[in-house]
C-alpha cells in the first residue's frame, strides 16, 4: 500500500472529467422537473446522444459538430416524450421509462457499424501560461471545451431560475400550472421548452462520455448514468450548485475509488465499487433535510379544460 | 388458373427447398461475450468463423450470438443452439464452462468445444485454450527495458487463473531485464467495458505507469495511453495496429482459425473426440504482433529471441527458480512448472504485491 502513489492534482482534474456526463444529464433534468414534468428518459436520451454524437463525429471528423448532433438527437427523442405527455396526456412515469427502453434499443442498432471505430480526438484548451501553472493549471486550465461548458450551463441555470423573469415563469408552471395558465403563460409551451432544453443536455452528457470520456463507442456505454442523473436532481433539492457538488462528489468517489485499488489498499473490491453511489446518496440526503421540496405540480399533467 | 400456377410454384419451390436441407450442411455455432467489433478477443474468434466459412463454403452454415452474458443467460442461448440443430458449438469464455456442460450433457448428439476452461464433463464436451502465458513473457520482457518510472500497470479482468498466469509470467520476464520494476494491478471485474477500462488506465498512468498491459479485450486502453503521450500498451487478443506503432508497440494475437478448421473437419468426417488442446507460440496459437520501431534494436532482438525459444520449447515461461509470494518455494532451479498447477493457478510470486481478489 502506497497512498503516496496517488497525485491529488491529477486525482482532482479526472474526478471532473468524470463527473462531466453527469453534470449535463443533472441540470437538464433540473429545469424539466422545475417546470413541473418528470422525465425519467434521461438515460435513454444520453445513450442516443452518445451514439449520434459519436457518428457525427467520425463521419464528419469534427468532435464538435459530434455535440451539436448530440444534443439535437437528445431533444428530438424528448419531442416523443413532450407529444406523448403534453398532447396526448400520456402517465409521464410510464412514457420517460419506455422513453429509455426505446433509446437503449434504438441506440444499440444505430451504432452496429460504430463498435470498434476511433473518434477524432477533442483538443485540450491550451491556454499559454495558464495551464502551464503548477496545481492550478492542470485542475482549472487543462481541459476540453465542453468540460466547461457544464459549469457554465449550471451558472447559466441557477442565474435564470433565481434572477430571470422566465425563471420566474417557469417556477410557476412547476408550482401551480393552473395559476399560471390563468395568469395568460402558455403552460404547454413552457413545458415543451423545457423538455427539449433537458433532451439537448441529456445528449450532451452522453456524448461527452462517447467522445471524451472512453473515447468509444459500445452498447448501454452510459451504464446507469442517466438514472444517478435523476437520483441527483431530487437529493440536490431542485438547487443547481448542489448538482454540481453532488455530481463532483461522484465523480470524485469513483476516480479515488480506482486509485485506492492500484495504490494496493486492501479494501475488497466490491465495496470500493459501491462506494460512490453509498456516499453520494448519503451527503446529498444530510444535504437535503432543509426544507426545500419538489415543485408541486411535478408530474401531474396540465390541460387547459380541467 | 393463375391460382394453380402459383400454388403449382409454390409447391415446387418448397420441394426444392427441401432437397437443399437434405444435403444437410454442418452447423457450426459459436457464442461470443463481447461484440465481434471489439477489435480483440470476440473479434479473433470471428474471424476464426470466416475461416472456416471460407474453407468449406456450402458445406458449413455458421451461427453465432454476439454480447452474451456469463451465466444463466448463456445456457439459453446455448441451449437454442442445439435446438436449431448445430452439430459443432464453440463457447469462447470461461464464464460459459458450466453452462457449456450443463447443455451438454442435455444433447449428446450435439459436439461442444469450451474455450479456456478444464471441465469436460461428458463425452461431447472438448476444452482448448492458447499458452498466452507465452506471449506475456514477451511482453514482460519488453516492458522491463521500455519503463522509465518502473512502474507496470495491468488491468485485469476477473482473478482466474488465466489472468493470474498472464500477470506471474508478464511480471517474472520484466523483473529478469529490470530488478526494480513495479507492477500495479487494477481488476476491471469485465471482460469488455470500454468506460471501465479507459478509467483504469488512466488511473494507472495518473500514478506513475509508463507501461499498461491489459487483459480486457477492448481498445479503450490504447486510447487512453495515446491521449497521454509517453506511455506504451500491448495490443490483447488482436493486434490493435491501428494504435501503433505507439502506444501499442507489439500484441499477442490469438489464431484460432486453424483449429476450428480442424474441429469441424473432424464432425464431418465423424473422427470427433473429446479433447484437452492447449497450443502455444510454437504451434501458432499464439502469435506476436509487429514490435515497432518505438521499441529500441537490441530490446526488439531479444524479445524475438524469447520468442524463438518459447516456439521451439527450449524455453519454458515458468522456469524455477520460483518462489510464491508468500515466501514458499514453487520451482527449485531449472525446474518448470507442470501445466495441471499452470491451469489452476491461484497464487502470485514473489514480489507482485497485492492480494488476488476472492
Not at chain 1, 251 to 280: D, F, H, K, R
Not at chain 2, 16 to 25: R, S
Not at chain 2, 247 to 266: L, Q
Request: charged share 15%; hydrophobic share 50%; net charge negative.
Amino acid at each position: 500500500m502506497d497512498l503516496s502513489a496517488i497525485n491529488p492534482v491529477l486525482l482532482i482534474a479526472s474526478l471532473m472529467v468524470a463527473a462531466t456526463p453527469l453534470l449535463f444529464a443533472a441540470i437538464g433534468e433540473l429545469v424539466v422537473e422545475k417546470a413541473g414534468v418528470l422525465n425519467l428518459g434521461v438515460e435513454g436520451m444520453m445513450i442516443i446522444g452518445a451514439i449520434a454524437g459519436f457518428a457525427t463525429a467520425v463521419e464528419t471528423g469534427s468532435p464538435l459538430l459530434g455535440f451539436v448532433a448530440a444534443a439535437g438527437a437528445g431533444a428530438l427523442l424528448s419531442v416523443l416524450f413532450a407529444i406523448l405527455t403534453q398532447f396526448a396526456q400520456a402517465n409521464q412515469v410510464a412514457s420517460g421509462l419506455s422513453l429509455t427502453l426505446f433509446g437503449l434499443g434504438l441506440s444499440a442498432l444505430m451504432g452496429q457499424s460504430y463498435v470498434g471505430v476511433k473518434p477524432p480526438q477533442m483538443e485540450k484548451l491550451n491556454i499559454p501560461v495558464l495551464s502551464d501553472l503548477p496545481v492550478v493549471g492542470p485542475i482549472l486550465f487543462g481541459h476540453d471545451l465542453m468540460l466547461y461548458v457544464a459549469i457554465a450551463l449550471i451558472a447559466a441555470v441557477w442565474a435564470m431560475i433565481k434572477f430571470s423573469r422566465l425563471g420566474l415563469v417557469l417556477r410557476a408552471v412547476g408550482e401551480n400550472h393552473d395559476a399560471a395558465h390563468a395568469l395568460g403563460y402558455k403552460v404547454v409551451r413552457i413545458r415543451i421548452l423545457a423538455i427539449l432544453f433537458g433532451g439537448a443536455c441529456a445528449g450532451l452528457g452522453g456524448a461527452y462520455i462517447s467522445l471524451i470520456r472512453v473515447p468509444q463507442w459500445t452498447e448501454g456505454m452510459t451504464a446507469g448514468i442517466g438514472w444517478i442523473a435523476l437520483a441527483l436532481v431530487v437529493f440536490a433539492s431542485w438547487k443547481p450548485w448542489r448538482v454540481l457538488l453532488g455530481a463532483y462528489l461522484f465523480g470524485g468517489v469513483t476516480v479515488v475509488q480506482l486509485n485506492l485499488q492500484a495504490a494496493g489498499v486492501a479494501i475488497p473490491v466490491e465495496y470500493l465499487a459501491m462506494s460512490p453511489y453509498l456516499i453520494t446518496i448519503l451527503v446529498l440526503v444530510i444535504l437535503s433535510a432543509d426544507k426545500s421540496s419538489a415543485p408541486a405540480a411535478l408530474g401531474r399533467n396540465f390541460h387547459a379544460s380541467r | 388458373m393463375k391460382l394453380t400456377n402459383l400454388l403449382t410454384s409454390a409447391a415446387m419451390a418448397l420441394g426444392l427447398a427441401t432437397a437443399a436441407v437434405a444435403e444437410d450442411p454442418t452447423k457450426v455455432g459459436f457464442v461470443y461475450v463481447g461484440p465481434v467489433g471489439d477489435g480483440g478477443w470476440t473479434y479473433e474468434h470471428d474471424q476464426g468463423r470466416k475461416a472456416v466459412v471460407a474453407e468449406f463454403g456450402d458445406k458449413v452454415e455458421t451461427v453465432y450470438v454476439e454480447n452474451v452474458a456469463e451465466g444463466p443467460d448463456a445456457e439459453r442461448v446455448i441451449t437454442q443452439m442445439a435446438l436449431q440443430g448445430a452439430d459443432l458449438i464453440f463457447t469462447t469464455s470461461f464464464g460459459y464452462m458450466d453452462p457449456t456442460n450443463n447443455v451438454a450433457a442435455k444433447f449428446p448428439d450435439v459436439k461442444f468445444e469450451h474455450a479456456t476452461g478444464y471441465k469436460r464433463n461428458t463425452e461431447n464436451v472438448s476444452t482448448y485454450s492458447a499458452r498466452f502465458y507465452e506471449g506475456r513473457a514477451v511482453q514482460g520482457t519488453i516492458a522491463g527495458h521500455m519503463t522509465e518510472s518502473n512502474i507496470v500497470g495491468y488491468i485485469g479482468s476477473y482473478p482466474i487463473p488465466e489472468v493470474i498466469r498472464g500477470i506471474n509470467s508478464a511480471y517474472i520476464h520484466a523483473k529478469k531485464v529490470n530488478p526494480d520494476v513495479e507492477f500495479k494491478i487494477v481488476w476491471a471485474f469485465t471482460w469488455f467495458d470500454p468506460a471501465k477500462e479507459a478509467d483504469a488506465a488512466k488511473v494507472l498512468i495518473e500514478q506513475g505507469a509508463d507501461v499498461i498491459l491489459q487483459h480486457t479485450d477492448s481498445t479503450a486502453p490504447q486510447a487512453a495511453a495515446q491521449a497521454a503521450g509517453n506511455v506504451i500498451t500491448f495490443g490483447q487478443a488482436s493486434d490493435m495496429a491501428e494504435y501503433g506503432p505507439k502506444p501499442r508497440v507489439s500484441s499477442i494475437i490469438d489464431d484460432w482459425a486453424p483449429y476450428y478448421i480442424a474441429r469441424t473437419k473432424a464432425v464431418m468426417d465423424g473422427t470427433w473426440t473429446s479433447t484437452d488442446t492447449w497450443d502455444g507460440i510454437g504451434a501458432g496459437m499464439v502469435g506476436i504482433g509487429e514490435i515497432s520501431d518505438a521499441v529500441p534494436a537490441e530490446v526488439k532482438a531479444e524479445a524475438l529471441a524469447l520468442k524463438a525459444a518459447l516456439a521451439d520449447g527450449s524455453y519454458h515461461a515458468f522456469t524455477g527458480p520460483i518462489t510464491k509470494q508468500d515466501g514458499s518455494a514453487w520451482l527449485a532451479d531449472g525446474e518448470t512448472a507442470d501445466d495441471g498447477t499452470l491451469a489452476g493457478m491461484n497464487f502470485y510470486v514473489e514480489g507482485i504485491e497485492g492480494d488476488i481478489p476472492q
